[in-house]
């Protein structure tokens, strides 16, 4: 049996998704995987109804895998600069 990688096929599907806008079952699927975004400046707020909110489903996952040193592997694979990135674990949706 292999190990997975950032770059193995289940957990590309990740890229570019909002952690909001995943299913249940994916959460659950991906619970504990590492995942990168980009460090958050909203570039602007949304309004709607009078009141004005930042809209964090912006945030989109850059990279995913088994390890931070995955993470990192994977942004400079791609010339990305690790240090403009958080890394965070995915949580179980509940």
């Known amino acids: 049996m292999g190990t997975k990688t950032a770059a193995s096929p289940d957990l ?26 980009r460090v958050y400046s909203p570039p602007h707020k949304v309004t709607r109804d009078g009141v004005e909110y930042v809209d964090v489903r912006l945030r989109r996952i850059e990279a995913a895998g088994h390890s931070v040193e ?4 994977e942004l400079r694979r791609r010339t ?4 403009e ?8 949706p509940y």
Request: proline share 7%; glycine share 2%; net charge negative.
């Open 12 to 37: 590309k599907r990740l890229l570019g998704q909002a952690v909001e806008d995943l299913s249940v079952t994916d959460r659950l699927q991906y619970a504990n995987t590492w995942v990168a975004f």
């Open 70 to 73: 995955e993470l990192i592997a």
């Open 80 to 83: 990305l600069d690790p240090m």
């Open 85 to 92: 990135f958080e890394f965070t674990p995915l949580k179980p």
